[in-house]
């Protein structure tokens, strides 16, 4: 299925993401941000969403313009935040200090060479981490962003565009559970 069609399946009562959709997924939409970016980001929000249909439609759609290279590299930056949001959320959270000074111990050599330019790995690296609500590595991804001369606009827009594509795939794979429950 592609975005277009994804996109239509989008129900009444949740048109605004069809907009926002839409509106996102274009330059115009996503201030700061460029074509190769956004479309980056919004692959690997919905790898970080986890709702097939969605991941194989925007990976379709990066695909118009990011290299098979690049579109590894979205995928090993939502790969590595996948672990290291769980990992640091947590130190993040616990009410005992000396988890943040332990070593980590985990691997993250792909971030060494992704296969994507430093800037949208970065990108794809925020947006995963405020999918899964890790609040250092946004904080830390945020601060690398701006040396590598992100604006605060092209931040913000790289969100609002893991927000957009999140809500739509919690949302089609709920219009998805409801249609097998009436079948069943």
């Known amino acids: 299925m592609n975005l277009q069609e994804l996109r239509s399946q989008i129900p009444d009562e949740a048109k605004d993401l069809r907009l926002n959709l839409e509106s996102v997924l274009s330059e115009p939409g996503a201030p700061g941000l460029n074509k190769n970016q ?94 899964n609500g890790c609040g250092m590595c946004m904080d830390s991804h945020e601060k690398v962003l701006q040396q590598h001369g992100i604006t605060a606009q092209g931040i913000q827009s790289a969100v609002r565009i893991a927000a957009v594509v999140h809500a739509v795939a919690v949302t089609l794979e709920q219009r998805t559970v409801a249609a097998l429950a009436q079948v069943a």
Do not use: W
């Open 38 to 131: 956004i479309a980056a980001i919004a692959y690997a929000s919905a790898v970080a969403s986890r709702f097939s249909p969605l991941t194989r439609a925007l990976q379709a759609h990066a695909a118009e313009s990011l290299s098979e290279a690049e579109l590894a590299g979205v995928r090993t930056s939502a790969a590595l935040m996948s672990m290291t949001n769980v990992y640091y959320r947590f130190t993040h959270l616990v009410s005992n200090p000396e988890y943040a000074t332990l070593r980590a111990g985990l691997r993250m050599n792909g971030m060494a060479n992704p296969g994507i330019d430093k800037g949208s790995f970065e990108l794809c690296s925020l947006a995963v981490s405020a999918i």
